[in-house]
Structure formats: structure tokens, C-alpha cells
């Protein structure tokens, strides 16, 4: 069953960090690259980062840029999001999602997500 | 720009049809993609590059872009079809991905 499964998410303090995981099962892994896409209460969705399927770049939403990154472990079919100096405005359901097509495609299509994970950042 | 607009808040009637649209110089360049959304789940995809749907999404979703305005139908629309749509693309240097805001629609 191809599935993605967000783990990792909690209540954080203001500057403090958490890293979410994303551990997938049911596809070949290694050959897509992987986004993280968040939807703060009561909002839209927004777009976070994308990691390429063998790890070598990754790109990132201005609001994040600097104190999130994205990674990728392939022996462990698992995507990281490592996030620092988190703000109150980070407080979303993050997802993790799957784009439709391999390796050096890049899309914004996606076939695949998670269930969602939430991190709260409140004092 | 680099952004996304969607219509405001949108009722059909059981069995009616409604279009949807996502506005941004974006769409000159790159397909939208549209997704639905409900409480709690995960959002779905219902329509990709020009007009083409997953499987198990019905006919009655199709999608066309013209020029900077990608527009999304439901012809016949059902209850199951109430939810939020979102439209994505990216932006102009195709690195970043957009999501427009959103647009709830009521059956």
C-alpha cells in the first residue's frame, strides 16, 4: 500500500526546534523527490520546501528560508523537515507530499499525501 | 507576481454545475494543479497538467487554462464534491511552489 505517514509533530516553545519525519512504504522511494506542505489553523494551504530524489538541492518558501531544512535518508525511505527558531506563525498541520512523476521531474502535482502531523509553537 | 487568487466562497445546487478559477502569471508558464480538501483528511488531487484526472476522480471535474486563468468544473455536481479547492503552480523561476487561497465550496 503506498502510503506516507508524518511523525513528530508537538507543543514547542517560541525559538525552540522539532523535526518532523515522513516514513514511506509501498513505492520506490529513492526515485521521487518529496515537499512539505502546511496549513495553519483556519488558512489556506502553503507550500514549505522539496528535497530532489537523491537529496543534492532543496528549495524553500521565504517564510522558512534559514531556520527550516529538509533532508532526506533513502536506506531509510524517510524525509525529514528540521525546524529552528520556530514562531507562533509556524503553528500548522504539516503534510508531507508525493509529486505524481520520478527523479528529474520537478512537479507540483501530487499524488500522495500524508495525514498530517501538528506542531503548535505557543509559550 | 508570484502568486495565486482564487474566487470567494461558492453554493451549487444538488445537480448543478459550478467553475472555479485560479488567477497568476504563473499559469503562462506552468500548468495549475487542483486539489480538494476536507475536514480532517488529507487533500486530494482531482486534476493535473492541461485537463487530466487521477483515477477515481468521476467526469464531471474537468479543468482548461486560458492565457493567466486556470479553471476548474463540476458538472453535475454532489454532495460528496463540497470541500475546499485549492489550485498550485509555481513561480517564475519554477523553483517554488504556489498555492492559491482556496475557494469552499457548498453543495
Known amino acids: 500500500q503506498v502510503q506516507l505517514m508524518e511523525s513528530g509533530g508537538g507543543v514547542v516553545q517560541p525559538g525552540k526546534s522539532l523535526r518532523l519525519s515522513c516514513a514511506a512504504s509501498?513505492?520506490?522511494?529513492?526515485?521521487?523527490?518529496f515537499h512539505w506542505v502546511r496549513q495553519a489553523p483556519g488558512k489556506g494551504l502553503e507550500w514549505v520546501a522539496v528535497?530532489?530524489?537523491?537529496?543534492?538541492?532543496?528549495f524553500y518558501a521565504d517564510s522558512v528560508k534559514g531556520r527550516f531544512t529538509i533532508s532526506r535518508d533513502n536506506s531509510e525511505n524517510t524525509v525529514y523537515l528540521q525546524m529552528n527558531s520556530l514562531r507562533p506563525e509556524d503553528t500548522a498541520v504539516y503534510y508531507c507530499?508525493?509529486?505524481?512523476?520520478?527523479?528529474?521531474?520537478?512537479?507540483?502535482?501530487?499524488?500522495?499525501w500524508g495525514q498530517g502531523t501538528l506542531v503548535t509553537v505557543s509559550a | 507576481s508570484s502568486e495565486l487568487t482564487q474566487d470567494p466562497p461558492v453554493s451549487v445546487a444538488l445537480g448543478q454545475t459550478v467553475r472555479i478559477t485560479c488567477q497568476g502569471d504563473?499559469?503562462?508558464?506552468?500548468?495549475a494543479t487542483w486539489y480538494q480538501h476536507k475536514p480532517g483528511q488529507a487533500p486530494k488531487l482531482v486534476m493535473y497538467?492541461?485537463?487530466d484526472r487521477p483515477s477515481g476522480i468521476p467526469d464531471r471535474f474537468s479543468g482548461s487554462t486560458s492565457r493567466s486563468t486556470a479553471s476548474l468544473t463540476i458538472t453535475g455536481a454532489q454532495a460528496e464534491d463540497e470541500g475546499d479547492y485549492y489550485c498550485?503552480?509555481?513561480?517564475?523561476?519554477?523553483?517554488?511552489?504556489?498555492f492559491g487561497g482556496g475557494t469552499k465550496v457548498t453543495v
Open positions: 509501498g513505492f520506490a522511494f529513492s526515485s521521487y523527490a
Open positions: 507530499a508525493r509529486p505524481y512523476c520520478v527523479r528529474d521531474c520537478y512537479s507540483h502535482t501530487y499524488d500522495i
Open positions: 497538467d492541461r485537463n
Open positions: 498550485n503552480s509555481r513561480d517564475r523561476s519554477g523553483q517554488r511552489v504556489l
Open positions: 504563473s499559469l503562462r508558464n506552468f500548468y
Open positions: 528535497v530532489s530524489y537523491d537529496g543534492t538541492n532543496d
